[in-house]
Nanobody, 123 residues
Framework: QVKLVESGGGLVQAGDSLTLTCQAS?????QAWFRQAPGKEREFVAAIAWLDHAVDYVDSVKGRFSITRDNVNDRTYLQMHVLKPEDTGVYYCAATDSAGYSTTRTRGAYEYWGQGTQVTVSS
């Protein structure tokens, strides 16, 4: 069982930057970030593969968010720039060892989840 702990959320203004950190208790093949706004489904944001560091982003964050991972310390980061009010939500770290070595946007493919960290962007 892999444990994931997120940190770094907070209240910021539109246009600001924020970096989220996910600390894993062990290495996993793929790590990702999802987010859930009030009253909405949890959606994929970004993912990164352990083996080749391949990345994937949802279109709405491309060019503004960057996902990286530190394989030595089993950490994944989500750097968020030019934040918008629509980026508000609870951000969850997710990981999988059972879906191969490639990134995936499918929520059900991730068997490990963190508790989430709140990001609020005011206009």
């Amino acid at each position: 069982q892999v444990k994931l702990v997120e940190s770094g959320g907070g209240l910021v203004q539109a246009g600001d930057s924020l970096t989220l950190t996910c600390q894993a208790s062990a290495r996993t093949n793929v790590q990702a970030w999802f987010r859930q706004a009030p009253g909405k489904e949890r959606e994929f944001v970004a993912a990164i593969a352990w083996l080749d560091h391949a990345v994937d982003y949802v279109d709405s964050v491309k060019g503004r968010f960057s996902i990286t991972r530190d394989n030595v310390n089993d950490r994944t980061y989500l750097q968020m720039h030019v934040l918008k009010p629509e980026d508000t939500g609870v951000y969850y770290c997710a990981a999988t060892d059972s879906a191969g070595y490639s990134t995936t946007r499918t929520r059900g493919a991730y068997e490990y989840w963190g508790q989430g960290t709140q990001v609020t962007v005011s206009s």
